[in-house]
């Protein structure tokens, strides 16, 4: 049924959908989505547990009522009182993130650290691994843009892949294929890094393995339900993009515009979910909103980062995002 919903999405994305509905099916009893009321789908919901049987994080019970909506809104019933409650669940994930991002700014490591290990894995001639973290450092990309072949002038670009181009001077990191390209369209840019240069033409030059930067040797890519894994174990302690890209928000806040753009976020996106400085509602930073406070509530307005490559589009609130879960 999503699949017929939502035929674009990816491989990846439908696994996460499968897993994402076989825990709602625990949560309602092994029940009918169809079958249970709106107000007994979100009672159960409030009351799924998480890790250590603590209560479930905001965001999954967003993702929970998401595809219980879409599921719902397939068969033509109603899901008024599921949308409205997914909107209150949406104030809970920004609230939530706030508090999170009070921890990480001690936990996560410095940008000197992440370029250290960085600038190490050049030096230990670890070509993919440093393009890698390069690539996640510099232009804030998803695992998935990191799914590329390595090419020359004479590639044959297929529109729906991801690449790195070499020319003399530069290369060109193309992307088809992206969680956000219906939104931000191919992206683009041309790289002309000496080191990354370096990098790319030696990891292209890997002996029976260099088509594709995530490969597991001889030139098989990996699946992409591996993705996370797979790229987690070649970042600092195994952080992931997600942590990169906050501890890169954090160091680069002047840069924060241009991150966006490239990966392919709405500013107030990364401002809300990747700026550990984040503030809440009332103005104040999580730690200090904790405490009372008679402060008017402040609605922060961002920027909107226009596409000149295709029309403004509106991400409807029956999808949720799934990218940084696992199910």
């Known amino acids: 049924m999503i699949a017929k919903a939502k ?23 092994n029940k009918d ?23 479930a994080t905001p965001a999954i019970k967003s993702n929970l009522l998401s595809l219980a909506m879409t599921i719902k809104q397939e068969l033509k019933l109603n899901v008024d009182s599921i949308k409205q409650a997914i909107k209150n669940t949406h104030k809970e994930v920004k609230s939530y993130t706030a508090e999170k991002n009070v921890d990480l700014k001690t936990a996560l490591p410095s940008l000197k650290a992440l370029t250290s290990y960085t600038n190490n894995l050049f030096a230990e001639e670890k070509w993919k691994p440093y393009i890698m973290n390069w690539l996640m450092m510099e232009m804030g990309v998803r695992n998935k843009d990191l799914m590329l072949e390595f090419g020359d002038a004479k590639t044959e670009i297929n529109p729906d892949k991801n690449y790195l181009i070499v020319n003399k001077n530069s290369v060109k990191y193309i992307r088809g294929d992206y969680k956000t390209k219906d939104t931000y369209g191919d992206q683009k840019k041309t790289i002309t890094n000496k080191k990354f240069i370096t990098a790319v033409k030696n990891a292209m030059e890997t002996e029976g393995d260099g088509k594709y930067l995530l490969s597991l040797g001889g030139n098989r890519e990996i699946a992409e339900t591996s993705l996370n894994k797979f790229v987690s174990k070649h970042t600092l302690d195994n952080m ?33 979910h990747y700026d550990i400085k984040f503030k809440d509602e009332v103005g104040k930073v999580a730690k200090e909103s904790k405490e009372e406070t ?34």
Do not use: M
């Open 33 to 55: 989505v169809s079958s249970l009321d709106n107000k007994d789908i979100i009672d159960k919901v409030n009351e799924v547990k998480g890790k250590a049987d603590k209560p």
């Open 294 to 327: 008679s402060a008017p509530i402040v609605k922060k307005k961002f920027k909107k980062i226009p596409n000149p490559n295709t029309t403004n589009t509106i991400r409807p609130i029956s999808q949720p995002d799934l990218s940084d879960y696992n199910f």
């Open 240 to 272: 992931g993009q997600s942590k990169i890209f906050k501890v890169v928000i954090d160091a680069r806040p002047k840069k924060k515009e241009a991150l966006a753009a490239t990966r392919g976020t709405a500013l107030g996106t990364v401002a809300e």
């Open 7 to 29: 035929p674009n999405l990816s491989t990846k994305t439908l696994a996460n959908y499968h897993n994402l509905y076989k825990r709602l099916k625990e949560v309602i009893g």
